[in-house]
């Protein structure tokens, strides 16, 4: 008997891998891209310390890398805190010091602005969303680009979070 979402997507995966998940644009992508992605999220968000019942920040927008972070927290027992990119420096940086996430998955734009004012420190990691090799090549030192985790191979050495 399937009890939770999670236990209904891997049973999808295992039955329907080709089957389309998402659409996006003009992208569609197979349960079994989803569930790729979304191991490697968890394998990326635990190398970066996040564990069971900690909290992330996600403020990327309508684009799939949202619902993969969402899903991947979600598998891990992570809070994931999803807010709007267009609310605001001011307003994100008062959402995110509230939240306290471990790791805040945002715009290069944001990421650069919030890594020159010193904000992440220590407590939050600040990871770029990168639309293309131009973007990347803004990143600054010391963050890392969302989609250089995503390109990265699942590691099935790596101990991950159970479904919840």
């Given at each position: 008997m399937i009890r939770t979402l999670a236990e209904y997507f891997n049973r999808t995966v295992d039955t329907h891998p080709e089957k389309i998940a998402l659409h996006f644009g003009k992208r569609s992508y197979t349960y079994r891209d989803f569930d790729r992605v979304t191991r490697v999220?968890?394998?990326?968000l635990q190398a970066n310390g996040v564990r069971r019942q900690d909290r992330i920040v996600i403020c990327l927008g309508n684009v799939p890398e949202t619902l993969?972070?969402?899903w991947a927290a979600l598998r891990m027992g992570v809070c994931a805190s999803?807010?709007?990119?267009?609310q605001g420096t001011d307003k994100i940086r008062f959402i995110v010091g509230d939240a306290e996430p471990k790791v805040l998955v945002c715009s290069v734009e944001l990421a650069t602005e919030l890594h020159a004012d010193g904000f992440a420190g220590k407590?939050?990691?600040l990871v770029a969303h990168c639309r293309d090799d131009a973007q990347r090549a803004l990143v600054p030192d010391?963050?890392?680009c969302l989609q250089e985790w995503i390109a990265r191979p699942v590691d099935p050495a790596m101990c991950w979070a159970s479904p919840l």
């Amino acid at each position: 008997m399937i009890r939770t979402l999670a236990e209904y997507f891997n049973r999808t995966v295992d039955t329907h891998p080709e089957k389309i998940a998402l659409h996006f644009g003009k992208r569609s992508y197979t349960y079994r891209d989803f569930d790729r992605v979304t191991r490697v999220l968890v394998q990326c968000l635990q190398a970066n310390g996040v564990r069971r019942q900690d909290r992330i920040v996600i403020c990327l927008g309508n684009v799939p890398e949202t619902l993969w972070l969402f899903w991947a927290a979600l598998r891990m027992g992570v809070c994931a805190s999803v807010i709007a990119p267009d609310q605001g420096t001011d307003k994100i940086r008062f959402i995110v010091g509230d939240a306290e996430p471990k790791v805040l998955v945002c715009s290069v734009e944001l990421a650069t602005e919030l890594h020159a004012d010193g904000f992440a420190g220590k407590s939050v990691r600040l990871v770029a969303h990168c639309r293309d090799d131009a973007q990347r090549a803004l990143v600054p030192d010391g963050l890392d680009c969302l989609q250089e985790w995503i390109a990265r191979p699942v590691d099935p050495a790596m101990c991950w979070a159970s479904p919840l």
